[in-house]
C-alpha cells in the first residue's frame, strides 16, 4: 500500500522500531535505513522526517523560552546539578518531538552549565504491565527523578464490541504501586507522575491505522488510570483534568490518540509548571 504523506508522518512519530526491539542484541546496531524499512517507508523520507520532527522540538522550546514565567519555572525545577530524570512512557513519550524532548531543550538552553540530562525511556504501545519489565533499565541509570507518563494503553480495548480494556483498571493500580516502590526501595529518585490525557473516540475508531488493528478507548476507561495516579500519594500532573476536550481539539493529531508539536509543547509546559511548585 502506498502510504500517503500524512500516514507517512505519523509512521515516524508513533513508531520507533529500534526502541521496540531494544532487548534483542543486535538492536544497537539497526540503521536509520533499516528502521526505516521496517516501517516500510524510503530511508531518505525517514531520515528527513527525522530530522523535521527533532527541529520542531527545539523550536517549541525556543517558544516557550521567549516566555519570562516559563524562564522562571525552568530556574525553579527541583534539579540540582548533573541529575539524572528518565522519562518513562509509551508512544506519546518515545515520539521524536516529544515532551521529554522539549524538556531536554529547555534545561539545556536555561541552564546549561547544570549538566542536567533527561532520559526518554518510552516504547510505543506499551502498558503498566510492560512498564514492571522495562523499569529495571531506568533503576540501573541511578535516576535522581522519574516521570511516569504511562497508562493510556492499558484502557485501550480491541474490536468493534470488547469486553475488558488491555489491562483491567485494578491491575493498573497495582503495577503502579508496583513501580512506585521499586523506585522508593532501589534508588534515591523521587516519581511525579503524569496522568494520560483524553482522546477523541470517534476520530480513534476511524482511524485509518488504528482501525485496522482494532484499536477503541474510552475515556471513561482512561480517568480509571488517572483515579489510581492520584492515589498514590506523589505529586501529579493532571493531564485529564487539566486538558478539556476543545484544548485535545487542537493539540491531537488527526487520530485523536497523539500529540501534534503544539500538543507535545502544551505537555512539557504543564509538565512544567506543576513540578516548578513542587
Known amino acids: 500500500m502506498k502510504m500517503s504523506n500524512e500516514q507517512m508522518h505519523w509512521m515516524v512519530k508513533v513508531f520507533q522500531p529500534e526502541r521496540t526491539v531494544a532487548s534483542l542484541p ?16 524510503d530511508p531518505d523520507y525517514y531520515s528527513t522526517e527525522l530530522a523535521k520532527l527533532t527541529a520542531g522540538a527545539k523550536t517549541s522550546a525556543r517558544m516557550l523560552l521567549t516566555e519570562p514565567d516559563v524562564c522562571a519555572m ?10 539524572r530524570v528518565f522519562a518513562f512512557g509509551d508512544s506519546r513519550t518515545s515520539d521524536p518531538q516529544s515532551w521529554a524532548v522539549i524538556l531536554q ?3 539545556l538552553v536555561r541552564r546549561p552549565s547544570d549538566n542536567i540530562s533527561v532520559v526518554a525511556s518510552a516504547v510505543s504501545g506499551d502498558t503498566t504491565t510492560h512498564g514492571l519489565v522495562r523499569i529495571s533499565e531506568v533503576l540501573a541509570g541511578s535516576p535522581d527523578w522519574v516521570l511516569f507518563f504511562l497508562g493510556l494503553n492499558d484502557a485501550r480495548t480491541q474490536g468493534t464490541e470488547p469486553t475488558k480494556t488491555i489491562v483491567h483498571h485494578e491491575e493498573t493500580a497495582r503495577n503502579l504501586i508496583e513501580l512506585r516502590s521499586r523506585v522508593m526501595s532501589e534508588t534515591e529518585a523521587r516519581c511525579l507522575w503524569i496522568t494520560p490525557a483524553a482522546v477523541n473516540e470517534s476520530q480513534v475508531a476511524r482511524h485509518w491505522a ?3 488493528f482494532g484499536v477503541r478507548f474510552r475515556n471513561e476507561d482512561i480517568a480509571q488510570v488517572a483515579r489510581a495516579m492520584r492515589s498514590l500519594g506523589d505529586p501529579v500532573v493532571d493531564l485529564f483534568q487539566g486538558l478539556d476536550a476543545s484544548s485535545l481539539n487542537e493539540l491531537l493529531m488527526e487520530d485523536g490518540l497523539h500529540f501534534t508539536q503544539a500538543g507535545q509543547q502544551r505537555v512539557a509546559l504543564e509538565i512544567v509548571r506543576s513540578w516548578s511548585e513542587l
Open 210 to 212: 488504528l482501525s485496522h
Open 74 to 83: 525552568i530556574d525553579r525545577l527541583p534539579l540540582r546539578k548533573n541529575a
Open 26 to 41: 543486535g538492536a544497537v546496531s539497526l540503521t536509520q535505513q533499516a528502521r526505516a524499512a521496517l516501517l516500510g517507508l
Open 105 to 107: 531543550e529547555l534545561i
